[in-house]
């Protein structure tokens, strides 16, 4: 019993040095479904999400991060711009070191029109391998990933965009084209996981 | 914007002065910013170091976790340097972050070299030559063997036992 024990502490600690991702859900399989809160207390349902628009876009962000903050602007223009074609954009904020209270106070700063969810634990990050901020992931109305990785080429200017990655890949699935980039990368801040 | 620009090109172009300089006699003596480099650039950085493990750090004045982790990387180069570990760190920041940049690494004092990412090109294709498996999170850092291949990466922030971790496994 004791060995047992000691084993078992012994995962707890290797667990705690060093976290494991899951695997990341691929381009086209199922995206995980999930139940969160929003900042402001409001239940969210992705599975809810998914049936009553078009294409969802989950972003995973951040208060403090300045790559991600290099986006705010962009998030609140295109989360308003792609509502009218039925994409509904949607937030999330898995940093332990940025609490409720703050993110919501952020998202009122910049002017969020799209929920902001708080995720407890970064069970959401890791379902979605998330690692950095800011992170988007297209799902479709049958609960498929579509697109996953970067908003577009250039977080510190928006005039010197040369790859709108994102922006691409929602013109495409809304003129029911193929999305000729499904995965882009980009430098950015660690979700700090808890 | 274009002064802006300007004063990041003179901020490299400073560089590439002191990169002109005499290769530093000791490690205490190395420069703290070696220079800018691409992809290409940092393969060859790398494989400079064969025959020793290697420890490449990627990191940013901006990122927090990065700055908390840098003392741990100091302490390892100094601790392992003897036995055949060289660290290099390989900063993201902007060039308009240069001072920030030069600031830190002052007092850091790192022995070891650090380079800037050049500015240009697509991040991907640069994130994609270090490691297929990285989405571009900082930090983030990669051991080479002493035979020059890839042995471990590292994301997120680390602490000294799992730096220490990673290259006593390469250096046995």
Redesign the interface.
Known sequence: MKTLRFAVALLGIAALAAPTFADAPAIGSTAPAFDLKSVDGKPFSLADAEKSNAYVVLMFIATQCPYSNGYNDRMRDMAAAYAKKGVLFVGINSNSTESVEETAAHAKQHGFGFPVLKDPGNKIADLYDARRTPEVYVIGKDGKLLYHGRIDDNSNDASKVTSPDLKNALDALLAGQTVSKTETKAFGCTIKRA | ?TRLANAGAAAIAALAVRLAMPSPASAADAPRLAGELDAKGLAAAVAAQHGRVVVLNFW?T????CREEFPDLVRLEKAYRARGVSVLGVS?D?PKDMPKLEKFLSASAPDFPNYIKRVGG???DF??SVDPK??????FTVVYGRDGRKAQVL???Q?Y??FEKAVAALLK
């Open positions: 914007m940013a901006w990122c927090v976790p993201i902007l697509d991040d991907q994130i994609e990285w989405g571009g999170e900082l930090p994301s997120g922030k602490t036992a799992s």
